[in-house]
């Protein structure tokens, strides 16, 4: 545990590369983690390759108008299917926000988009993964299970595909070993988010976590561990202040049951 001697923060007492045998915290950032293997996360479970930044050009009385990018691209059982990675400025950006729904317009609505050729426009389907989470199996349900059967017609998921997805993304195979979703060290807390982007956090959080409760348990864990580490003094740091609609959903005791995963702030030793 190190505690930073002018404002008394703490930093996460464990480092989770050493848990799981990557060399390295920075290798961990660099090349491990959701973030990093969300396209890799994807083929795994969806079967099929996936094309990074796939360019959609805006169609505005059948002329192109500008474009968009699709971070990660695939026809999956006849859907046109882009999978977002929302970091923080998804967040905490006004400019960012408002992107973010031309883009959505113009990918959901065939008549307004075309390709490289003017060919006919597609619909889209946008899954959006927010910066906050990691692929515990909850989530996995989430993603490949509930949303793929809503919008794709078909579950996606299975256990070994599970396994297989963890193993590349956290080096591990065992679920009880997986990075906790929520925040541990970033400095892009929720205390930085705009009003619109809190607005599309709790959304968020309320859709994943109707069927999901762990997640919504693990994130407010990690919160309360991150508001331990920098003091209660500090806290609007870490959540925002006077912000009724987040206060009612923070407002929650957490249950152990839920917090099968690793979080690098917490107190007590790993042990499996």
């Given at each position: 545990m190190l505690k930073?001697?002018?404002?008394?923060?703490?930093?996460p007492k464990?480092?989770?590369?050493?848990?799981?045998?990557?060399k390295s915290d920075a290798e961990f950032?660099?090349?491990?983690?959701l973030q990093k293997k969300l396209k890799d996360c994807l083929e795994i479970f969806f079967e099929v390759k996936f094309e990074e930044e796939l360019t959609v050009y805006k169609k505005n009385q059948g002329e192109?108008?500008?474009?968009?990018?699709?971070?990660?691209?695939?026809?999956?059982n006849n859907h046109h299917v882009d999978f977002e990675?929302?970091?923080?400025?998804?967040?905490?950006?006004?400019f960012k926000i408002h992107t973010d729904k031309r883009k959505a317009e113009t990918l959901q609505d065939a008549e307004k988009n075309t390709d490289k050729d003017n060919g006919p426009g597609r619909k889209f389907e946008i899954c959006k993964v927010p910066y906050y989470m990691q692929l515990t199996k909850d989530y996995a349900k989430y993603l490949f299970q509930d949303w793929s059967k809503d919008r794709l017609g078909k579950s996606y998921y299975t256990d070994e595909k599970f396994t297989r997805a963890i193993k590349i993304i956290y080096n591990t195979d065992n679920e009880n070993k997986i990075?906790?979703?929520?925040?541990?060290?970033?400095?892009?807390?929720?205390?930085?988010?705009?009003?619109?982007?809190?607005?599309?956090?709790?959304?968020e959080m309320n859709e994943m976590s109707l069927n999901y409760?762990?997640?919504?348990?693990?994130?407010?864990?990690?919160?309360?561990?991150?508001?331990?580490?920098?003091?209660e003094n500090y806290k609007n740091l870490v959540i925002p202040e006077n912000n009724k609609d987040f206060d009612k959903w923070f407002d929650l005791?957490?249950?152990e049951e839920y917090l099968d995963c690793i979080f690098p702030r917490s107190k007590k030793d790993y042990k499996f």
């Open positions: 930073n001697s002018i404002t008394g923060f703490v930093d464990h480092k989770y590369h050493k848990l799981v045998g990557i950032k660099k090349k491990w983690a192109k108008n500008g474009f968009f990018r699709c971070d990660n691209y695939a026809l999956i990675y929302n970091g923080p400025d998804h967040y905490n950006s006004t990075y906790a979703p929520g925040l541990h060290s970033s400095k892009a807390t929720f205390a930085n988010f705009n009003e619109t982007g809190m607005q599309r956090f709790l959304k409760p762990s997640i919504k348990h693990q994130i407010i864990h990690s919160i309360k561990l991150y508001i331990d580490d920098v003091g005791e957490v249950e």
